[in-house]
């Protein structure tokens, strides 16, 4: 857990990262690397900050910290490559530390308590998974759609250029070409 001091920190860091994210879809190299750095350095001190803990409250304050690190560097990564796998990653990355924290969670239960919270915690594991991979399906369905679509338009463009002689032709071609991408 963060404590009292540390959360502003953290938050305007995550701002600032957010921020640069949004300002432009691929973050140079520089301020990637600067922010990395603030990052794993943020989530040491926070990782530090639970050995003043002890039992399953300890671990479950390191797991926290371990997720909060693995998710912002997820997100970064995806806020410097812009690509949909490292969107993913940062998607998966985020259900993933949800699960391992509400496992831990878990662990100072016991008999039954323990095992509907660890069938929780599993249950809303999934879901999150299966609907990453679902949205993936979407995805590529969607980008088959939008490529079937350009093609079926860019034969009746081209079936219109075929009315047509000469240079007038070819600019009608070279046109139906570049407006749908083939």
Excluded: W
Aim: aromatic share 6%; net charge positive; hydrophobic share 35%.
């Amino acid at each position: 857990m963060t404590t009292r001091f540390q959360a502003p920190r953290l938050l305007c860091a995550l701002a600032l990262v957010g921020l640069a994210g949004a300002a432009s879809a691929n973050l140079t190299q520089p301020v990637y690397a600067t922010a990395k750095d603030e990052v794993k350095a943020m989530f040491k001190t926070e990782r530090d900050n639970c050995s003043s803990m002890s039992g399953n409250a300890k671990d479950v304050c390191v797991e926290r910290a371990k997720g909060h690190e693995k998710v912002a560097l997820a997100h970064l990564e995806y806020q410097y490559t812009g690509n949909a796998k490292d969107r993913n990653d940062y998607l998966e990355a985020r259900y993933e530390a949800k699960y391992k924290v509400a496992k831990e969670v878990c662990d100072a239960k016991s008999g039954n308590d323990k095992d509907v919270c660890t069938a929780d915690a599993k249950a809303a594991h999934d879901k999150a998974k299966a609907d990453l991979k679902a949205n993936k399906k979407i995805a590529e369905a969607q980008n088959d759609q939008m490529e079937a679509k350009l093609k079926a338009d860019y034969k009746a463009a081209n079936e219109r250029c075929d009315s047509m002689s000469g240079n007038a032709k070819d600019s009608c071609q070279a046109s139906a070409k570049a407006r749908y991408f083939q």
